[in-house]
């Protein structure tokens, strides 16, 4: 975990002035919310690093799990402390706003994109059958996993696959 942070903690230090601005925007309306927005980030980097070393942080099947699971948490972690609706808006701006502080590759951004909207909508899912409060962490991870089984490869900017999980070539 430590080593987690501490590449949080360089990627930081290496965004522009302009680009520090902009998560601040983000960040000090919202302290609660960046703070769990934080713990979700280095969790699903901790998690996905632990169940898929050689693509977690290229573009493969690790990365579409990565993806997934941080919306799935940061969605879940605010949503303890304030609405859903609330915590899901919070989560779309910050992973938005990831992507346009990282920029990629069009292939590789929708990939992230669509990643990150299978996270919020597995949230969704299973708002209605457990009370937020009492998700964790676990629920997310298997559900997940299970996405990998079924994930596709994503060649153009044209496809859809829907709510599976997508990645490029491994």
């Not at 559900?143 to 994930?151: D, R």
Request: aromatic fraction near 12%; proline fraction near 4%.
């Amino acid at each position: 975990m430590t080593k987690t942070i501490k590449i949080v903690f360089n990627t930081l230090k290496s965004l522009s002035f302009p680009k520090l601005v902009k998560l601040l925007k983000l960040a000090v309306p919202h302290p609660l919310f960046a703070v769990m927005g934080f713990y979700a980030t280095v969790k699903s980097f901790a998690l996905a690093q632990k169940n898929f070393p050689k693509t977690s942080a290229a573009s493969g099947i690790g990365n579409a799990f990565r993806h997934a699971l941080w919306t799935a948490l940061i969605s879940m972690y605010c949503s303890k402390i304030s609405s859903p609706e609330k915590a899901l808006d919070f989560c779309k701006k910050m992973t938005d706003l990831h992507e346009e502080l990282f920029p990629n590759e069009a292939l590789e951004k929708k990939m992230d994109l669509h990643n990150n909207q299978v996270g919020m909508n597995l949230y969704r899912e299973m708002l209605l059958g457990i009370h937020r409060q009492f998700f964790e962490t676990a629920f997310f991870v298997d559900k997940l996993f299970e996405k990998t089984k079924t994930a596709k490869v994503l060649t153009n900017l044209d496809e859809d696959f829907g709510n599976e999980l997508v990645y490029l070539e491994e």
